[in-house]
């Protein structure tokens, strides 16, 4: 079911700080700071040969990393986001299976403009995954 690594999302308390540290510190090429108000983030995209990195801060009053970043002020892994061919098809194949669906169970558009869902981490090794429409 599952296809290329998409990215890995990094929640980050300090975005240009964090930034600075990929584009200087590991010579990465980096994008500018994009808010992505529907999801509370602001998003700075790191380019790698294979994939992307997306470095998340918190944007607004009730962002969903808040309580991450709360548990680990200095940032952390949070997430990461596989491609699907069809995301509704893959939704419908895990909740048969048992795993849980995070939200309303319906894809929203993502950071990428492509429609995203969100895993709970309990039924995927501790670790939230996005599934992203390839
Ligand atoms: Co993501």
Redesign the pocket.
Known sequence: MIGRLN?V?IAVPDLAKAAAVYRDSLGAEISAAVPQPEHGVTTVFVTLPNTKI?LIAPLGDDSPIARFLQRNPDGGMH?V?YEVPDIRAARDALTAAGARILGDGEPKI??HGKP?LFLHPKDFAGTLV?LEQA
């Open positions: 990215h999302a997306e997430h986001c993502g950071a995203v996005e």
